[in-house]
T-cell receptor, first 113, second 112 residues
Framework: EAGVAQSPRYKIIEKRQSVAFWCNPI?????LYWYQQILGQGPKLLIQ????????DSQLPKDRFSAERLKGVDSTLKIQPAKLEDSAVYLC???????????FGQGTRLTVV | GDSVTQMEGPVTLSEEAFLTINCTYT??????LFWYVQYPGEGLQLLLK?????DKGSNKGFEATYRKETTSFHLEKGSVQVSDSAVYFC???????????FGTGTRLTIIP
C-alpha cells in the first residue's frame, strides 16, 4: 500500500517569496492534516480536512497561509509571503476518519533565508 | 486547555538499559493517547496507543499504560537497542475534538 506522498522534499526560498507544498494522502483516507514542525518542537496542527471540508484551521496564520483539498483527495498548502520564522518541516498526514491512526509523509523541509 | 507534557531530552542510554519516557496529560473528558516515533530520515509513525483508562498499548517491546488516576502514559522498554534511537512524541485526541495534538518530543540515543 502506498503511503502519504509529499513534494518537494526540500525547498529554499527568500523571505517575501511564495511557496507551495503538495500532498497525496493514502487512497480512501477521508481525513487529511497539515502540521508545521519547527526544529526541536513537536508538530503543530495547521489545518485538518474531512474530505474537502475544513474541520479545524484555528492555528493556521490565515494572513499568509492557505490550504485547499480539491475533490477530497490531494491537498496543497501555500505560504505567501514567507517569513524567516516559517522555516520548518511541513508534514502531511491522513487517516481513514477523524480520530483513527494518522499516517505521515516524510515532510517538506522549508528554509526561508 | 488540553495538552500533553513529556520528558525533556535528550536521553542517552547504553544498549540493554531500561527506558522510561514520561508523558502526562491535561484534558477534559476521556482522551485517546498515543506514542509516535520518528526514526532518522523517516516520517512520523504510530508506535502504540490506548483509548481508555487502564488500557496498555504495546509494540516492538515498548509498552505504555493509560493511567487516569495519575493522568499519565509513560513509555517503557525493558532492554533498548541501538535501533531504538529516534525521537519519541506523546500525543492525544479528545472526544468531540479529534485534533491529534503532540508533545514536544524526546530524543533518545542508544550507545553500544
Amino acid at each position: 500500500e502506498a503511503g502519504v506522498a509529499q513534494s518537494p522534499r526540500y525547498k529554499i526560498i527568500e523571505k517575501r517569496q511564495s511557496v507551495a507544498f503538495w500532498c497525496n494522502p493514502i487512497s480512501g483516507h477521508a481525513t487529511l492534516y497539515w502540521y508545521q514542525q519547527i526544529l526541536g518542537q513537536g508538530p503543530k496542527l495547521l489545518i485538518q480536512f474531512q474530505n474537502n471540508g475544513v474541520v479545524d484551521d484555528s492555528q493556521l496564520p490565515k494572513d499568509r497561509f492557505s490550504a485547499e483539498r480539491l475533490k477530497g483527495v490531494d491537498s496543497t498548502l501555500k505560504i505567501q509571503p514567507a517569513k524567516l520564522e516559517d522555516s520548518a518541516v511541513y508534514l502531511c498526514a491522513s487517516s481513514l476518519k477523524t480520530g483513527a491512526e494518522a499516517f505521515f509523509g516524510q515532510g517538506t523541509r522549508l528554509t526561508v533565508v | 486547555g488540553d495538552s500533553v507534557t513529556q520528558m525533556e531530552g535528550p536521553v542517552t542510554l547504553s544498549e540493554e538499559a531500561f527506558l522510561t519516557i514520561n508523558c502526562t496529560y491535561t484534558a477534559t473528558g476521556y482522551p485517546s493517547l498515543f506514542w509516535y516515533v520518528q526514526y532518522p530520515g523517516e516520517g512520523l509513525q504510530l508506535l502504540l496507543k490506548a483509548t481508555k483508562a487502564d488500557d496498555k498499548g504495546s509494540n516492538k517491546g515498548f509498552e505504555a499504560t493509560y493511567r487516569k488516576e495519575t493522568t499519565s502514559f509513560h513509555l517503557e522498554k525493558g532492554s533498548v537497542q541501538v535501533s531504538d534511537s529516534a525521537v519519541y512524541f506523546c500525543a492525544y485526541t479528545n472526544f468531540g475534538n479529534e485534533k491529534l495534538t503532540f508533545g514536544t518530543g524526546t530524543r533518545l540515543t542508544i550507545i553500544p
